[in-house]
Nanobody, 124 residues
Framework: QVQLVESGGGLVQAGGSLRLSCVASGRTASIDAMGWFRQAPGKEREFVAATTRGGGTINYSDSVKGRFTISRDNAKNTVYLQMNTLKSEDTAVYYC?????????????????WGQGTQVTVSS
């Protein structure tokens, strides 16, 4: 089994920054690509960013490209999401996800493991 635990969410003013962390435990060798998704109230879960184990391939949604950066420390079994220039529309619960396959897909159904989520609220 694999457990993913997110942290780092909170309340921030528009234009500010936050860094989310996700620590994996358990059978971490079974995880290859990892990513972040988010879900705002009344909306479907949407893709934010994902990366391969080595960081050679990274995908971002158009809405966060240039503002968010995903990174990974495999020695710590941790993936990060640095979020800069936050906007009110970034308010959501952010979920960490991991998958057995290498490709950092944008499709949530392809991910095998999920964290419980961390709330990010951006005030305007």
């Amino acid at each position: 089994q694999v457990q993913l635990v997110e942290s780092g969410g909170g309340l921030v003013q528009a234009g500010g920054s936050l860094r989310l962390s996700c620590v994996a435990s358990g059978r971490t060798a079974s995880i290859d690509a990892m990513g972040w998704f988010r879900q705002a109230p009344g909306k479907e879960r949407e893709f934010v960013a994902a990366t391969t184990r080595g960081g050679g391939t990274i995908n971002y949604s158009d809405s966060v490209k240039g503002r968010f950066t995903i990174s990974r420390d495999n020695a710590k079994n941790t993936v990060y999401l640095q979020m800069n220039t936050l906007k009110s529309e970034d308010t959501a619960v952010y979920y960490c996800a991991g998958k057995a396959g290498r490709f950092p897909t944008t499709l949530s159904a392809r991910y095998d493991y999920w964290g419980q989520g961390t709330q990010v609220t951006v005030s305007s």
